[in-house]
């Protein structure tokens, strides 16, 4: 007899990142999967957070509290409806020899997160892993999305409920109410920028701010915004490119920041200002930007 080797090449790598989509709404995406050997491959799915041993497998200490390395969770945030985030179909089959299979990917939030993502296994004849591919996600209540820099949060959900600060309008009588389009809630980002001793280059870092693209969203209007640049900034030696722009739904735009130590900088010492970052879409949300420098010695 003749011994093959079934072999299979797959469209997308180790990850297969949803982006940012509106809570409620539905994406797709679609991963090919190519029988490149001379056999035909029974395949079967697999979804890590449809594991029979996954209640098990969670009784343990999460992983942020016990390695730096590792910021999500393998089945990160799920459903409250207790439907799954991810699926994949088909979840089995044949790919017949020189022939390829598409596997789509459906991301079906029902609440906002950042931290959404399962894993998925490709198993050939029930028990060869053919390929696994990190799937991630995330979704927002609002059509405006800012990202970068040093995360100051944990990668898993709280179960506290927790309301954005927003700015009280009096009405006669001591009443207060909140105007939807009015409402501000106020989060931290931390860049680091960190120079190499002697090096012509200056240090850099970005934000990113995005503007979600989603048939839910019936207006288009855009989403603005804009980085203060404080005097303060200047004279610590940071520079910002595109600090204020405007968004159309389905853009990203980045904000750029460089810094180059000042004459009289004190290296114990490092500095450490902020700005503030506001966007507003829908709501008016602010970001208190953290910029934090220092040299290092060239590696």
């Known amino acids: 007899g003749h011994g093959v080797v079934p072999s299979t090449e797959c469209s997308v790598g180790e990850l297969l990142d949803l982006g940012y989509v509106m809570a409620g709404d539905t994406v797709t995406a679609t991963v090919k999967i190519r029988n490149t050997s001379s056999l035909t491959l029974p395949f079967s799915v ?9 209640d098990r497998d969670r009784q343990k200490i999460p992983s942020f509290l016990t390695s730096s ?39 079906s939030p029902d609440h906002e997160s950042r931290y959404y993502s399962d894993h998925l296994k490709v198993l050939l004849f029930g028990r060869q892993i053919a390929h696994e591919i990190h799937l991630k996600g995330a979704a927002r209540n609002h059509p405006m999305f800012v990202e970068g820099g040093v995360p100051l949060d944990v990668p898993v959900e709280s179960l506290a409920v927790t309301s954005p600060v927003a700015p009280q309008k009096a009405l006669e009588g001591g009443k207060t109410f909140f105007p939807e389009s009015e409402k501000i809630s106020i989060m931290s980002l931390l860049l680091l920028l960190e120079y190499v001793e002697g090096s012509a280059e200056p240090a850099r870092a970005e934000i990113t701010v995005g ?11 855009a989403v603005e915004f804009s980085l203060d640049s404080d005097p303060e900034l200047q004279r610590a030696g940071f520079e910002l490119d595109g600090p204020k722009g405007a968004l159309d739904r389905g853009q990203l ?23 503030l970052l506001t966007v507003k879409g829908d709501i008016t949300e602010s970001y208190r930007v953290l910029l934090m420098a220092r040299v290092v010695s060239a590696p």
């Open 46 to 54: 697999q979804l890590e957070s449809l594991s029979p041993t996954r």
């Open 69 to 107: 390395l590792q910021r999500t969770e393998i089945v990160g945030t799920q459903n409250y409806n207790g439907f799954s985030v991810f699926s994949v179909s088909p979840t089995e089959g044949k790919i017949e020899a020189g022939t390829s299979q598409d596997f789509v990917v459906t991301f």
């Open 253 to 275: 735009k980045r904000i750029g920041v460089s810094w180059v130590p000042p004459a009289d900088l004190q290296t114990s010492d490092p500095p450490l200002v902020s700005a």
């Open 211 to 221: 503007a979600i693209q989603s048939p839910l969203l019936a207006a288009k209007k």
